[in-house]
């Protein structure tokens, strides 16, 4: 996966920077996404349920994890999901300012 190339024109006007300030929450969002997707991937091998994509089945585990191996991958999956966590909090804050300034009222929540 390459990396996007975000240009930035010469004179930039309020509207444009806010629109550029929304894309690039939406690519930290995108890699937030692939993060996720790729702790999920982490358990899935320490516990043998990992099907890489066009596999039919599972790969086999060369050596069954431990129950210290599972303990250790659920702490540092846990670790990860905090700090993505509160990623999704700064990206929400920033979402929140920029519908403020152009006055766009928030979405309710669930």
Same mark, same amino acid.
């Given at each position: 996966?390459?990396m996007p190339r975000?240009? &930035? ?17 939406? +690519?930290? %969002?995108?890699? +937030?996404?692939?993060? &996720? ?15 890489? %994509?066009?596999a039919a089945e ?11 191996? @599972?303990?250790? &991958? ?6 990860? @999901? ?16 920029? +519908?403020?300034? +152009? #006055?766009?009222? #928030?979405?309710?929540?669930?």
């Amino acid at each position: 996966m390459s990396m996007p190339r975000i240009t &930035i024109p010469a004179s930039v006007t309020e509207e444009n920077a806010l629109a550029n300030i929304i894309a690039s929450i939406a +690519l930290e %969002e995108a890699a +937030l996404a692939h993060i &996720i997707n790729a702790e999920g991937e982490k358990i899935q091998r320490v516990v043998g349920t990992f099907t890489p %994509e066009g596999a039919a089945e599972p790969l086999e585990l060369l050596v069954p994890a431990t129950a210290e191996d @599972m303990q250790a &991958i659920n702490t540092a999956v846990g670790e990860m @999901m905090e700090t993505v966590s509160s990623i999704e909090t700064s990206l929400h804050n920033k979402l929140r300012t920029v +519908l403020a300034v +152009l #006055e766009i009222p #928030e979405a309710a929540g669930p």
